[in-house]
């Protein structure tokens, strides 16, 4: 495989690394390996001994995603999304707290609720964009001790809260408790949690990485090689690993994610302003507006501020859904991230949080024409406020 200078810009990491070497005559892209099992004798090496421990399908993907996070070391593929939450959740040791996001996704919060009820310990859920709250959930007076991970989604879904995520992973490291960033909605071109302190980075591949809606992985990425080591024997022990067709195939997505990312994220901007203050809407929220509460974090820690906005028609959740219906263009549909605008009510989730509004809608702006996309949405702002 080639190593591009990790210096790049992430735009041009994300197209040049993962390439196989430049030998007279080699495929540009790598090749997808269809076996389970390797020729192997004796004691094992480190020769590919088994596809559930390791498979050349996995690495061009790993390399990218490591390079894209600055790691200085390959991520690690998943199965999903959450299979990447799992294993980092298993960072924790059991029987102490877990400090989370209330508004992380709320699968993320299941698995860790889940977690400490089989094996101890708690999760105290924070205002995560209240770092002096956060900072005194890691050693508090409650009598379950201090925390030993601190798990961060910045911006969450779908509040899209912004945490000081530098200010929170060191607060972290002194309280002796590793800092887990969920980077999928900002993207490594959005924000690089490892440089700002955090030990470990996941992704749902799924979103933007892939960014097609069209297959399920997930990744976990670290600079600490005896971290890498445990998420590694982690997923190896619980097999969530991915096909050598979905990784090949969420390669190939990351190769447009700047020209995905630049495009969303700037139609997501103008959508905001558009919405906000509109005559149909109750309430808009995007950390790009000046009045999110976030926004000069957002705009000292990120790069550009996300292709999600969240939006509250007038009429409550009755026009809500009413908008959801009435959409042509835009996708009535869970999940985000793909270059299709997809929305959805969350409260419809029974799991969602239910300091979650009920008439909330979370956009996933994707890269159609930002005309287009407005004409679709007002359209249906006229029809959900019509009663249609
Ligand atoms: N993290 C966030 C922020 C998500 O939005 C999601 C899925 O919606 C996940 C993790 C889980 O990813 P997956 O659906 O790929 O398992």
Known sequence: MTRPDPDLSPATLAVAAGRPGRAQGAPVNPPVVLSSTYVSTGTPGAEMLYARYNTESWLPLEEAVGALEAAGLPGLAFASGMAAVEAALHLATPGTAIVAPRHAYLATLTAARERT?????????????????????????????????????????????????????????????????????????????????????????????????????????????????????????????????????????????????????????ELARRLDGHPLVAAVSHPGLRGHPQHERAARLMDGFGSILTLRPRGGGAAADALTRAVRLWVPATSLGGVESSLERRRRLPAEAPTVPEDLLRLSVGIEDVEDLWADLEQALHAAAAGR
């Open 117 to 269: 009820a089989r094996e101890g310990g708690v999760v105290r859920e924070v205002d995560i964009a209240d770092t002096d709250a956060v900072v005194a959930a890691l050693t508090p007076d409650d009598g379950a001790g201090p925390a030993s991970l601190l798990w961060i989604e910045s911006p969450t879904n779908p509040m899209l809260e912004v945490a000081d995520i530098p200010a929170l992973a060191a607060a972290a490291r002194a309280a002796g408790a590793l800092t887990v960033v969920d980077n999928t909605f900002a993207t490594p071109l959005g924000q690089r949690p490892l440089a700002q302190g955090a030990d470990v980075v996941v992704h749902s591949v799924t979103k933007y990485l892939a960014g097609h809606s069209d297959l399920l992985m997930g990744a976990a990425v670290t600079a600490d090689p005896a971290l890498r080591d445990r998420l590694h024997a982690r997923r190896t022990t619980g097999g969530a690993v991915p096909g050598p067709w979905e990784a090949w195939l969420a390669l190939r997505g990351l190769r447009t994610l700047a020209l995905r990312v630049e495009r969303s994220q700037a139609s997501a901007l």
